[in-house]
């Protein structure tokens, strides 16, 4: 049986085909800025709700979206 050749999934495509979109790698190489990146996108360009979510103990994530101290830290 002859396989397809996969096509490249863009972004947008990806963010409005899934409830779901994790962002993992190794240190450094820019996962907070792309979740960032992509929740806004979603909730700006697809008008839909967003939960981005961190488990890095730094405020990477708060500084990233240019969340301001919650005076809870």
Do not use: F, H, I
Not at 9 to 34: H, N, Y
Not at 51 to 73: Q, S
Request: proline content about 3%.
């Amino acid at each position: 049986m002859a396989r397809r050749a996969r096509q490249p999934v863009g972004l947008d495509a990806l963010l409005a085909a899934k409830e779901m979109v994790l962002v993992l790698g190794s240190g450094g190489v820019g996962k907070t800025t792309l979740a960032a990146a992509l929740g806004l996108s979603a909730a700006v360009e697809q008008d839909c709700k967003v939960l981005v979510l961190t488990v890095d103990p730094a405020r990477r994530l708060a500084d990233a979206l240019g969340v301001g101290a919650l005076g809870n830290t």
